[in-house]
């Protein structure tokens, strides 16, 4: 019988793990590198390592035969989708669904307030001993759009809320009620758009919402609307992101791009109107306890035989 449980930290540096031997299980630690901790065929939950490529995200899975679980540590899937289909039918796949929200949510807000409030332009000032005095945009009384409203959009409507925002509008994959109100379809855009002073992406990538955000989605953004990319970077069309930049109609602010990371000599990174950061909207210090919380209520339903959370698909159904 296989019990391998492969971790991307050591077992002792998750509070509240089951103790292996109770459990019947055996923890290996793999945080991505050359060399695996046993024999795959032998592991039976696979934490897939944080913040590693695709290619190490999926390395092992076409030999994992006995594995039943496999839990990402991010919210998007995107990167262990294509070794889903060399696993066999029942495994459940489980993503990181309240481990992301504070950190990314903190960083969405951070992102808004620097570009409307003119940080980066402080920012160089000081370094070129330049005094840039003058009014700028205030998040207060502006109409926020989020795109993409999961865990991590709400959490970002949480942080909204003490800054007077004139507006919050909400829109997902589907229609649907909340306590601070309705969530529209995707289908809703083309009219929202012209209204939101502020767009903030936050929705997975998946086939529906890739390049979403491209050229006639940038249009009907209105003259001086701000773009906020937390998603991922394939959900904004680069090329036509560039060209409304460099026309000077909107701005943006992206913790995520495409390609990624974004290589040198690349146009967006000096396109004007444009705040970027190294996708690290999850990786603050919030992550790690959130994340060993999970992997512990995880493991210790799975060795109880009972129900998982965060199951995003089952393979073969």
């Known amino acids: 019988m296989t019990t391998d449980v492969w971790l991307p930290?050591?077992?002792?540096?998750?509070?509240?793990?089951?103790?292996?031997?109770?459990?019947?299980?055996?923890y290996r630690f793999w945080d991505g590198g050359p060399d695996f901790p046993a024999d795959p065929a032998d592991c039976v939950f696979y934490v897939v390592p944080y913040m590693k490529t695709?290619?190490?995200?999926?390395?092992?899975?076409?030999?994992?035969?006995?594995?039943?679980?496999v839990?990402?540590?991010?919210?998007?899937?995107?990167?262990?989708?294509?070794?889903?289909?060399?696993?066999?039918?029942?495994?459940?796949?489980?993503n990181a669904r309240g481990v992301h929200e504070t950190s990314t949510a903190e960083l969405a807000l951070t992102l808004i307030l620097s570009s409307l409030r003119g940080i980066p332009r402080f920012v160089e000032g000081q370094?070129?001993?330049?005094?840039?005095?003058?009014?700028?945009?205030?998040?207060?009384?502006?109409?926020?759009?989020?795109?993409?409203?999961?865990?991590?959009?709400?959490?970002?409507?949480?942080?909204?809320?003490?800054?007077?925002?004139a507006r919050v509008a909400r829109v997902a994959r589907s229609a649907r009620a909340t306590e601070r109100g309705p969530v529209l379809p995707l289908a809703e855009?083309?009219?929202?758009?012209?209204?939101?002073?502020?767009?903030?992406?936050?929705?997975?990538?998946?086939?529906?919402?890739?390049?979403?955000?491209?050229?006639e989605f940038l249009a009907r953004m209105k003259d001086g609307a701000l773009l906020v990319n937390v998603a991922r970077g394939p959900v904004v069309d680069t090329k036509a992101l560039?060209?409304?930049?460099?026309?000077?109609?909107?701005?943006?602010?992206?913790?995520?791009?495409?390609?990624?990371p974004l290589p040198a000599g690349h146009p967006l990174w000096h396109a004007p109107g444009v705040l970027i950061s190294p996708h690290v909207g999850g990786s603050s210090s919030a992550?790690?306890?959130?994340?060993?919380?999970?992997?512990?209520a995880q493991l210790t339903e799975y060795a109880a035989g009972r129900q998982l959370d965060n199951i995003v698909l089952t393979t073969g159904s």
């Open 71 to 94: 839990q990402t540590l991010t919210a998007g899937i995107d990167h262990v989708e294509p070794g889903l289909p060399s696993l066999a039918p029942g495994v459940r796949l489980c």
């Open 189 to 215: 855009l083309p009219s929202l758009l012209p209204e939101a002073d502020v767009v903030v992406l936050s929705t997975p990538l998946t086939e529906s919402t890739r390049g979403l955000a491209g050229a």
């Open 9 to 26: 930290f050591e077992a002792h540096e998750i509070p509240g793990l089951p103790d292996a031997s109770e459990a019947g299980l055996t």
């Open 54 to 69: 695709t290619e190490t995200a999926v390395r092992p899975l076409s030999a994992m035969t006995s594995v039943r679980v």
């Open 287 to 296: 992550f790690l306890p959130r994340a060993k919380r999970l992997l512990a």
């Open 127 to 165: 370094r070129q001993e330049e005094w840039h005095a003058g009014f700028y945009p205030a998040l207060a009384d502006r109409s926020v759009l989020i795109v993409g409203y999961g865990s991590i959009g709400s959490a970002i409507e949480d942080r909204l809320a003490p800054f007077e925002c």
């Open 242 to 260: 560039v060209a409304e930049l460099e026309s000077g109609r909107i701005t943006a602010a992206l913790d995520v791009t495409d390609p990624e």
